[in-house]
């Protein structure tokens, strides 16, 4: 027998319009599991999100970068103006990617490939900055692991 729409409930498909909890965690979950550095800063660069690949990476624990600028964690003087040109791209609605020397927390340098991209709302407003990178050679140490 074929129910008809009329006779239906509204409430009868919850799931359909409301993610359940597993729904909203499972995100925050697979940015956490994934073996690549994924940073979130504000549209300033203030870091609100630093995964734990993101510690290895760079040598950095979440404690010790959420709530500072990411040009001050990553970035070295040598490389800030060209930093400063991909932010500016990217908060102009770009997104940028490629080879970067990023700069661990001993003051070291290794090489990542480097994402940049802009993070839009619903209404299409910039909101954030994310960030993924990982190091360019396989089986190269990271910065956690040299120390």
């Not at 965690?25 to 660069?45: H, Q, V, Y």
């Not at 600028?69 to 770009?94: D, F, H, P, Q």
């Amino acid at each position: 027998m074929v129910e008809s729409m009329s006779n239906r409930s509204p409430m009868a498909e919850p799931s359909q319009r409301y993610p359940t909890a597993e729904q909203v965690r499972l995100p925050n979950l697979f940015l956490k599991a994934i073996k690549a550095a994924i940073i979130g800063t504000d549209l300033s660069g203030i870091v609100n999100f630093w995964n734990p690949f993101a510690e290895e990476l760079y040598g950095w624990s979440s404690e010790e970068v959420v709530g500072r600028n990411i040009m001050e964690i990553t970035v070295s003087s040598e490389t800030e103006e060209e930093a400063r040109k991909y932010m500016a791209s990217v908060l102009a609605g770009n997104s940028w990617a490629g080879e970067f020397q990023v700069r661990c927390k001993d003051g070291s340098f290794v090489s990542a490939f480097v994402t940049l991209s802009l993070v839009k709302g619903e209404d299409g407003a910039a909101v954030a900055n994310v960030y993924a990178a990982k190091t360019v050679q396989i089986g190269r140490a990271s910065c956690r692991e040299r120390v």
